[in-house]
């Protein structure tokens, strides 16, 4: 399991089935112009969400695929914490004056899956790149999560598995992925005619890249130096 704060990425498993479901009904006009479809001539049909699970875990342990799921833990609502001089009194019944209780830390709020990213395409030998694909529920966008996920797998990559390139490709129509790899400072490297067959046609996408030498501190960090000069925080 990788983390930073309130976002985690963990192998999807065959119990978040309910939950994926949901998510993805619910974001279907969000996610429907951005997701990959087949190609005319393609009979494999649609697959479930079992054997989808299954594919990718094949695929892991091929060395070919590392599918994460997305998980996010809201904070708690400054409402909920109370102030010492409500919440707490003396032996008499009295308020105790002066001190605040302390925050509870992000991890003690539960997870839920809130999307998916996949580093798939991956090369070994003289290459050594991949592919990051990823998805985020709407309700939850703009909060710095995709950009936090992304690096976490960017740095696990580089630093655990020994890639040397990470590459993501996006529609140039969408704005919210361009936005998450111009936060993260990938390097553009143009236009591909026609590269996906995505929402029922071959589109046009962007391709975005980094190499390790690029991030030598990882990218994580990269990008809380990015937050910490704009005064926010992880997924805040």
Known sequence: ??????????????????????????????????????????????ITFRQMVRRLRTEALAG?????????????DPGDLLDDELAAGDQSGHPRRGRRP?????ASAAHR?????????????????????????????GRGITPTAVALAVDHCFRAAGMHRIEV???????????????LGFRSEGLRRAYLHIDGDWRDHEAFALT???????????????LSSTGTTPAG
């Open 169 to 183: 490709c996006i529609r140039p129509e969408n704005a919210a992925s361009l936005r998450v790899v111009h936060k």
């Open 212 to 226: 390790a030498e690029e991030v030598p501190d990882g990218l994580l960090a990269r990008w809380h130096v990015t």
């Open 64 to 76: 070919r695929m590392l599918p994460f799921a997305i998980d996010y833990a809201e904070p708690p």
């Open 102 to 106: 302390a925050a509870k830390p992000a």
């Open 113 to 141: 899956l809130v999307g998916q990213l996949t580093v798939s395409s991956i090369t070994w030998g003289s290459l050594r790149s991949a592919n990051i694909g990823y998805w985020v529920d709407e309700t939850v966008a």
């Open 1 to 46: 399991m990788l983390g930073d704060g309130p976002v985690r990425l963990r192998p999807l498993a065959l119990s978040d089935a309910p939950a994926w479901r949901e998510l993805k009904e619910r974001n279907r006009t969000w996610l429907t112009r951005w997701e990959a479809t087949v190609p005319p001539g393609d009979t494999s049909g649609r």
